[in-house]
């Protein structure tokens, strides 16, 4: 499950990839940057039509993975907002710090564990120029009620993992779940980076898709195992290429205290190799840590072995947002078609915004109408979208930078034969299909 080292891909090391990426998603409605009229917030991002309709599919394949075709793992949508004593029995009050520098030349702040040469300034190339590191906490902290004091402190969560541990009895006592089994949860979560960048891959608030699943203590092993091939293979059967992608198992320096194993799922990026989900085997610690803080007994009974243990805890968390990047990055091809340049996503049917657009070959009400009662009978089952602007072919390329896998052309023919042209993007080869079978023909292929 390794993958190549950077110097043998051909995407490593091209800031033209990212730029072009990026500029894409601006110019086609995925991404813009919060507050632009006002000059913009650092670090904040707003997913447009098209970028919204692209990170909930990629949630909601996430979700029919790990949940919808599974009897094993329950969902969960728990709070943003939370007290202390939860991230004091978690150990985020006191350890969840990165080590902060600033450089008294140019007076930037950088993350003392991420840079390069830790004498050197990135921004400046000032030697010996550091403050001494100081922990800094990521956390936001806020009040919630009318009163700031100590007993209204509150926190936006910095993960969602913490609230499928302290909901464990709950599920357990409302469900008929029974260990091996797990919680699943999509959701914002907050961290106060001190070097955000890279555009979405690390912000300051940013989605999660985290499951919790809860084994015996003996079996802890090889359902680390399983989640590990589980959540590699997931990637690849949503269209990653498998030359960008690789599973690399932790060094023990790098494993946190309650670990025995981690490993990341990480994509090849432009800048490299960077991480798009963590595997952990946690052990006990959490459900251990939060029973000592909260007097509550977390624990499973086995009524046929009449014996009392805590479950140990695999889990699988990805970032949503960062894996809705690498998508588009795996995605993105250009290739010249009749001496033009064709810039294509080639996206997976599940993660691609659109499913199919509907095209009618004039602006004329004869063809309008008829297509659009086509393009509505067909959103009761796929994100359709609807375009009559411009020529077709401007109207192909239009859609090919959004990642549609089928485009619909209602033309003259179409109200003699009741037939329509469907063109398939990768390919652009396209096929007459009559208008009773069109909504059969795409389901076969998509669904």
């Known amino acids: ?17 990212f730029d072009k990426v990026v500029n894409l998603t601006k ?9 632009e009229i006002y000059g913009g917030f650092r670090s904040t991002y ?118 499928m541990f302290i909901n464990f009895k709950n599920v357990i006592d409302t469900t008929r779940v029974r260990p091996p089994f797990g919680i699943a949860q999509v959701g914002k979560s ?23 699943f809860f084994v015996h203590p003996d079996e802890a092993q090889q359902w680390y195992e399983y989640w590990c091939a589980e959540r590699y293979q997931w990637y690849l059967d949503h269209g990653m290429p498998e030359e960008q992608l690789r599973l690399r198992p932790h060094d023990d320096d790098e494993l946190s205290h ?41 624990e499973w009974y086995d009524q046929a072995a009449n014996e009392r243990w805590v479950p140990h805890v695999i889990e699988p968390a990805a970032g949503a947002t960062r894996t809705a990047m690498a998508f588009l990055m795996a995605a993105y091809d250009e290739e010249e078609v009749k001496g033009e340049t064709r810039v294509v996503l080639r996206l997976h049917h599940r993660i691609a915004p659109y499913k199919v657009a509907v095209l009618p070959l004039s602006k004329k009400a004869e063809l309008a109408d008829p297509a659009r009662a086509l393009a509505q009978q067909l959103r009761g089952s796929f994100m359709t979208d609807y375009d009559e602007t411009q020529s077709i072919g401007r109207r192909y390329r239009r859609q090919d930078e959004l990642g ?44």
């Not at 080292?5 to 091209?14: A, H, I, L, P």
């Not at 110019?27 to 507050?35: D, E, I, K, L, Q």
């Not at 009050?93 to 991420?114: E, G, Q, W």
Request: aromatic share 10%; hydrophobic share 35%.
């Open 1 to 17: 499950m390794s993958g190549p080292s950077e110097s043998e891909s051909g995407k490593v090391g091209t800031p033209e990839l």
């Open 46 to 163: 707003d997913y447009g039509p098209i970028g919204v309709l692209l990170l909930r599919n990629v949630k909601d394949a996430w979700w029919r993975s790990m949940v919808q075709l599974r009897e094993d793992v329950v969902g969960l949508d728990a709070s943003i907002l939370s007290p202390p004593q939860i991230w004091e029995a978690s150990g985020h009050l006191a350890n969840f710090t990165d080590p902060l520098v600033d450089c008294t030349n140019c007076n930037t702040r950088h993350r003392l564990d991420k840079l390069d040469d830790p004498e050197v300034c990135p921004n400046c190339g000032t030697r010996g120029s550091f403050t001494e590191p100081r922990e800094f906490n990521l956390m936001f902290k806020t009040q919630a009620g009318p009163v700031q004091d100590a007993g209204a402190v509150a926190y936006l969560r910095p993960e969602t993992a913490q609230g």
């Open 258 to 298: 309650y670990s025995s194993g981690t490993s990341d799922v990480e994509f090849l990026f432009p800048w490299g190799w960077d991480e798009l989900e963590g595997i952990a085997n946690r052990g006990n610690y959490d459900l251990t840590q939060h029973a000592a803080h909260s007097g509550e007994k977390l």
């Open 404 to 447: 549609t896998p089928y485009c619909i052309t209602f033309d003259f023919d179409s109200l003699e034969d009741h037939a329509v042209t469907v063109r398939e993007r990768d390919s652009m080869e396209q096929e007459r299909i009559p208008l009773a079978d069109v909504a059969s023909y795409l389901r076969e292929r998509m669904i």
């Open 27 to 35: 110019r086609r409605g995925f991404v813009y940057p919060s507050a």
């Open 190 to 212: 907050f961290r106060n980076e001190i070097t955000p960048g890279n555009f979405v891959f690390r912000t300051r608030e940013f989605e999660q898709m985290e499951m919790e």
